[in-house]
């Protein structure tokens, strides 16, 4: 019986470890590519010189992860893995200019800040036994929150409710963190089937989004007074 459960738990660790796999590989493709097109001018005009094209680069993000969120169980897994892989090239895309705004150090700390939270949080979630059902709904309701404030901010520019933003920000998607992980968990199979290689990609996506928001908040705020 004890080896049955060690077994199940053994393949269970390893599809988790998938989880963890495809978040790093999101991330370091993200961050290359930041790297990368913020030596190129044309792409980067293209960027921050118009006032549409971060719109354009935004729309087509939101269309991409929404259809990778809602047809993943219909893809193959190679397509659900490419259909990722391009999901993480845009948001490099997109946040290439971080490297104009701030100092290489200033993006470094706060990179492996963000790490260290993150791990402490994801970790948490691993191993609870605390069921974070609940929490996830009021997380949830903080990051509505966070969306609406941050609309409403658009137009106002108030400094007070920006830092608020920030803080709130980072405190809803480091419990998200946790929350995640162990909705992960539960959700993961036994078995190295191509379903549960597609709940651990989806799995890292939800990670992935995670760490970006704790790291573009972290940014906000202790990138401040070290701007470029």
């Not at 989880?19 to 030596?39: D, E, K, P």
């Not at 104009?100 to 990179?111: H, Q, V």
Request: hydrophobic content about 55%; overall charge positive; proline content about 0%.
């Amino acid at each position: 019986m004890y080896e049955s459960v060690d077994k199940v738990n053994t393949a269970q660790m390893l599809l988790f470890r998938k989880v963890y796999f495809w978040m790093s590989i999101a991330l370091i493709i993200t961050g290359l590519t930041s790297w990368i097109v913020s030596g190129n001018q044309a792409i980067m005009n293209f960027i921050v010189g118009t006032s549409w094209g971060i719109w354009v680069l935004l729309i087509i993000q939101f269309a991409v992860v929404w259809y990778l969120s809602a047809r993943i169980m219909q893809m193959s897994l190679q397509a659900a893995s490419i259909t990722f892989i391009l999901y993480s090239v845009l948001c490099g895309v997109t946040f290439s200019y971080i490297f104009l705004l701030f100092s290489t150090g200033t993006i470094a700390i706060c990179f492996f800040t963000t790490a260290g939270m993150f791990l402490v949080m994801s970790l948490y979630g691993y191993f609870t036994k605390r069921d974070l059902t609940s929490m996830g709904s009021l997380l949830m309701m903080g990051l509505f929150g966070i969306i609406i404030a941050s609309v409403v901010n658009f137009f106002f520019h108030s400094k007070t409710l920006y830092w608020i933003i920030s803080y709130i920000g980072i405190a809803v998607f480091l419990g998200l963190t946790a929350y995640d992980t162990q909705k992960i968990k539960a959700l993961i199979g036994q078995e190295n089937t191509d379903e549960n290689q597609k709940f651990a990609l989806i799995g890292a996506l939800a990670l992935y989004l995670d760490f970006l928001n704790i790291f573009l908040f972290l940014l906000s705020i202790f990138g401040g007074g070290n701007r470029r």
